[in-house]
């Protein structure tokens, strides 16, 4: 397993700024992702983080809205910029691990709420 | 695209009981894997079982086991001698099989509440 670090725990933003959220693994990991979990809902995949290259993101997720930066095999960041209230949710990050990457491990998350 | 349908937003047992949660899916795959993840108010996402499409023996870690109905795309969580500790939202995901695409595919979670 990995020990995931996910900073902050929970903040509360107000409308039009922007806040970025850290995410350290204490090994060396091939893949990182980010999941955001709206209120009451299950997670919806963001993007993968890849190092040394720009971040993949899925439909509906966009590069300015959600910045990702992943400088080395052990740490990504993911910022929320511009925020609405319709962005207060639950933001996690998670490491794939194993060979073929089948087990997915998940930091403790990152409350955001946006006035 | 896959899809992963929990049909049952809340479920409850009694302590030391046994609980079963649904989970269905679909994919026109045949090499995937299959999760359980819990939720506890903690908001970590933990790990529960595993299951390999191409393995027909259902996975079991402990008190946690799976029915794994490959042709009618079926993945149930048993939970033996539920204990409080167990209380957590529940989430079956879907991942493919090809190498190196580690995204999740999640349900929509079921509420489990353990009554003394």
């Known amino acids: 397993s990995a020990v995931i670090s996910q900073k902050p725990s929970r903040d509360i933003c107000q409308r039009g700024t922007s806040l970025t959220i850290q995410c350290q693994v204490d090994?060396?990991?091939?893949?990182m992702f980010w999941y955001r979990q709206q209120p009451g809902q299950s997670l919806t995949l963001i993007a993968t983080?890849?190092?040394?290259?720009?971040?993949?993101?899925e439909s509906g997720f966009v590069i300015d809205k959600f910045p990702i930066s992943r400088p080395n095999l052990t740490f990504s960041t993911l910022t929320v910029s511009n925020m609405s209230p319709e962005d207060s949710s639950i933001y996690l990050c998670?490491?794939?691990?194993?060979?073929?990457?089948?087990?997915?491990?998940f930091g403790s998350g990152t409350q955001l709420s946006v006035l | 695209a896959q899809t992963v349908t929990q049909s049952q937003p809340e479920m409850s047992v009694q302590e030391a009981e046994t609980v079963t949660l649904s989970c269905t899916y679909d994919t026109s795959e045949s090499d995937y894997y299959l999760f359980w993840y819990k939720q506890p108010p903690s908001r970590q996402m933990i790990l529960v079982i595993r299951?390999?499409?191409?393995?027909?023996q259902n996975a079991t870690e402990n008190r946690f086991s799976v029915n794994f109905q490959k042709a009618a795309k079926s993945f149930s969580l048993k939970i033996s001698d539920s204990q409080l500790g167990d209380a957590a939202m529940y989430f079956c995901a879907y991942r493919t099989g090809i190498q190196g695409a580690q995204k999740l595919v999640f349900g929509q979670g079921t509420r489990l509440t353990i009554n003394p």
């Open positions: 983080a890849n190092q040394g290259s720009e971040a993949t993101y």
């Open positions: 299951q390999e499409a191409y393995k027909q």
């Open positions: 998670s490491v794939g691990m194993d060979r073929g990457g089948e087990k997915l491990f």
């Open positions: 090994s060396q990991v091939t893949m």
